[in-house]
């Protein structure tokens, strides 16, 4: 029986930062991972691979649109898809590999396998049984499953079957509007596919700013994709080769079929905790059925904490990472923190969407008094030298005290940008203070100063 002071279940950006931030502060750490490699879901089949797809068909989306107004002519490229399949392996497997390098580096213990935990203080991986004074479950999430739906990952896909399509579909349905949905659907409009989204709700991206809402959406619409707002999806059928999506719409009950060679189900994520035996331990649960935790991530039972996808706030591999490195600072006995009000959310889609803090939609609801700087791209010298000139940047600010409240981007980059305002909030900057800060010409991030000089006395180029 091997003895650790930590051992952290699930090797995810929550739980692979988390072992490493815990033998940098010098614990005898092991983390349990049974897929075989580590990384997770994010390295695995998520963030990282659907950005290699996302990077590759963007180029294919430049070399199609906007090479030749840039005076490179010729044949746009033809698309090879087992070799781009094959590069996005490769990013995989080399992201994938440098944690193991990391792992090595700072001399943390891969137990391989699935692990249980028969009671605290101890983690069962096949037959051994390991004793640990301190258990981090980081476990993360799995696809949430709709009912009449089943999915075969072959022709009714999840996101993990997405990434690896034998061929490019030439009708893709995507169920959901969420950012699963759209970063993928994204993905097979470039590569020709005619998509369609069906969605719930009737704005797209729930819980965004509405006025990003509705401008994402004319832009998605403009790129080919096509919507079916209000929509509640009923069932899937699939043979080897098709699918048939039947739909009601909300606003007559009225049903619907759409054909097609690919669906996606991208209709949330549910937390994952099979098989761990947490039920036996009796620890407590959410009424949404994540692991309870309290401010130090600490479960019911004592010694066993919880981070990720598996306990409360967005699903967001980010948010997972800044809780294992706070909850390793709490097992060391620092004083770990996470900011839960500076947590940015990033759309790689073209153009990005990024958005910080409040939305305008909720600080009407709290009656908070507020004001808006918002500025175009349209003002941006170099988005515009790049054909990126569609969207804008809004910055959302206290009305007496100028501190900005929240910010929401789209526009090329927004996913970098918005990290300039997450600074800002970090240190409970005022839009002013963002304003006065010089700022490269020509970059995108004018466009951020631009919408805080429009929160005071008005943008320049606008
Ligand atoms: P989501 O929760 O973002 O969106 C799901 C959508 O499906 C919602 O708009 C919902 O109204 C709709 N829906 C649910 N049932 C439906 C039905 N029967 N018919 C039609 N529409 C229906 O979930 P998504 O996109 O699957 O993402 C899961 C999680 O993964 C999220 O928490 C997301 O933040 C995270 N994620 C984040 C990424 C990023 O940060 N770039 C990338 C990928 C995932």
Same mark, same amino acid.
């Not at 090797?11 to 049974?34: D, F, M, W």
């Not at 290699?52 to 044949?75: P, Q, R, S, V, W």
């Not at 631009?450 to 005071?456: D, N, R, T, V, Y």
């Given at each position: ?98 944690? &193991? ?92 596919? &005619?998509?369609?989204?069906? &969605? ?10 509405? &006025? ?16 079916? @707002? ?21 606003? %007559? ?29 009796? $620890? ?8 309870? $935790?309290? %401010? ?101 600010? %206290?009305? %007496? ?23 800002? @909030? ?35 180029? @606008?």
């Amino acid at each position: 029986m091997s003895s650790y002071d930590v051992i952290i279940i699930g090797s995810g950006p929550g739980g692979y930062v988390s072992a490493i931030r815990c033998a940098q502060l010098g614990l005898k750490t092991a983390c349990v991972e049974g897929r075989e490699t580590l990384g997770g879901t994010c390295l695995n089949v998520g963030c990282i691979p659907s950005k290699a797809l996302l990077h590759a068909t963007h180029m294919l989306h430049e070399a199609e649109h906007n090479f030749a107004d840039m005076g490179l002519k010729g044949k746009s490229p033809s698309v090879d898809w087992n070799q781009m399949l094959a590069y996005k392996q490769n990013t995989i497997d080399t992201n994938t590999k440098g944690i &193991e390098f990391l792992f090595k580096k700072n001399k943390i213990d891969w137990i391989k396998g699935w692990a249980t935990i028969p009671e605290a203080g101890k983690v069962k991986v096949g037959d051994d049984i390991h004793e640990a004074k301190n258990i981090i479950i980081a476990t993360g999430s799995a696809p949430a499953s709709l009912p009449g739906v089943e999915v075969d990952e072959k022709i009714v896909v999840t996101s993990t079957g997405a990434l690896t399509l034998n061929k490019v579909p030439k009708k893709l349905v995507v169920i959901g509007a969420g950012v699963i949905g759209l970063e993928l659907g994204s993905v097979y409009a470039r590569l020709g596919s &005619e998509v369609t989204v069906v &969605e719930y709700l009737d704005a797209i991206t729930p819980g965004m700013d509405g &006025e990003v809402q509705k401008n994402f959406m004319r832009l998605l619409k403009k790129q080919g994709i096509d919507f079916v @707002m209000g929509a509640a999806v009923q069932s899937t059928e699939a043979s080897k080769t098709k699918a048939k999506v039947t739909y009601k719409l909300r606003k %007559d009950d009225s049903e619907h079929t759409l054909d097609a060679d690919a669906v996606l189900v991208a209709t949330g994520r549910k937390p994952y905790y099979d098989g761990l035996g947490i039920d036996a331990l009796g $620890v407590e649960m959410t009424q949404r059925g994540q692991i309870a $935790v309290n %401010d130090h991530w600490q479960t019911s039972v004592k010694g066993i904490y919880a981070i990720g996808d598996v306990i409360e706030g967005p699903m967001l591999a980010h948010k997972a990472e800044d809780e294992g490195m706070a909850v390793a600072e709490v097992v060391a006995g620092k004083h770990g923190h996470v900011n839960y009000g500076v947590i940015p959310g990033v759309i790689y889609t073209h153009p990005e969407v990024a958005n910080v803090g409040a939305t305008e939609e909720q600080l009407k609801e709290a009656g908070r008094a507020y004001k808006v700087g918002k500025f175009s791209f349209m003002g941006n010298a170099r988005a515009k030298a790049v054909f990126a000139g569609e969207g804008f940047v809004k910055i959302l600010a %206290d009305k %007496d005290t100028d501190r900005i409240l929240g910010a929401h981007i789209i526009g090329p980059a927004a996913g970098d940008l918005i990290h300039e305002v997450c600074v800002a @909030m970090e240190f409970g900057a005022s839009a002013e203070d963002l304003a006065m800060t010089c700022h490269a010409h020509p970059t995108y991030s004018e466009a951020v100063r631009e919408a805080a000089l429009a929160c005071g006395d008005g943008a320049i180029h @606008m």
